[in-house]
T-cell receptor, first 116, second 111 residues
Framework: KAGVTQTPRYLIKTRGQQVTLSCSPI?????VSWYQQTPGQGLQFLFE???????NKGNFPGRFSGRQFSNSRSEMNVSTLELGDSALYLC???????????????FGPGTRLTVL | SQELEQSPQSLIVQEGKNLTINCTSS?????LYWYKQKYGEGLIFLMM?????EEKSHEKITAKLDEKKQQSSLHITASQPSHAGIYLC???????????FGTGTSLTVIP
């Protein structure tokens, strides 16, 4: 079974631009979560999608948005990029939603975004 | 503020030594997960603990969840260079149903 794939793996953008990152979950997984990882803040939850609906959202500004398609693939979008958005963005998929359920998340390799 | 605190932040040990990493929460945890990450890469699942007092082992790594389900420890016996990386605990807490990660522990094993 193929693992979680994320594209692109590396991205360089300039301030003010927008970016779209893609995540393909493991076949059969319907939950996709996104995380931002930076040296200063560590791994922080962005949002979770299950069956095309956003279930949870972390404490990030509205510039960060996402969506999930009927095939469970997910995209996240960051508009008006800032220098502080430079980070490793990780996507994780699981069979069932987060929260109270003992549900292992499988992580992709991440997309390294650099904002200049 | 961090929902999950890990200690220590970093650890440098000689190959063959034992070590312990702790993960503490102020709230009751609904499932505690341990992951390992090589720098700049995705996370690799190590173990999941569900019940208070539970203990699981895989090869030379043992993880425990305390009775009150608010603290977990990860113990590595006879460390090897392959154990090097960043160890992260993760958990769901009831409030907000969100998944949190700990602050991470960077492990270096010197041959």
């Amino acid at each position: 079974k193929a693992g979680v794939t994320q594209t692109p793996r590396y991205l360089i953008k300039t301030r003010g631009q927008q970016v779209t990152l893609s995540c393909s979950p493991i076949s059969g997984h319907r939950s996709v979560s996104w995380y931002q990882q930076t040296p200063g803040q560590g791994l922080q939850f962005l949002f979770e999608y299950f069956s095309e609906t956003q279930r949870n959202k972390g404490n990030f500004p509205g510039r960060f948005s996402g969506r999930q398609f009927s095939n469970s693939r997910s995209e996240m979008n960051v508009s008006t990029l800032e220098l502080g958005d430079s980070a490793l963005y990780l996507c994780a998929s699981s069979l069932a939603p987060q929260g109270g359920s003992y549900n292992e998340q499988f992580f992709g390799p991440g997309t390294r975004l650099t904002v200049l | 503020s961090q929902e999950l605190e890990q200690s220590p932040q970093s650890l440098i040990v000689q190959e063959g030594k034992n070590l312990t990493i702790n993960c503490t929460s102020s709230k009751t945890l609904y499932g505690l997960y341990w992951y390992k990450q090589k720098y700049g890469e995705g996370l690799i699942f190590l173990m999941m603990l569900q019940k208070g007092g539970e203990e699981k082992s895989h090869e030379k790594i043992t993880a425990k969840l305390d009775e009150k389900k608010q603290q977990s420890s990860l113990h590595i016996t006879a460390s090897q260079p392959s154990h090097a990386g960043i160890y992260l605990c993760g958990a769901s807490v009831y409030t907000g149903n969100q998944f949190y990660f700990g602050t991470g522990t960077s492990l270096t094993v010197i041959p």
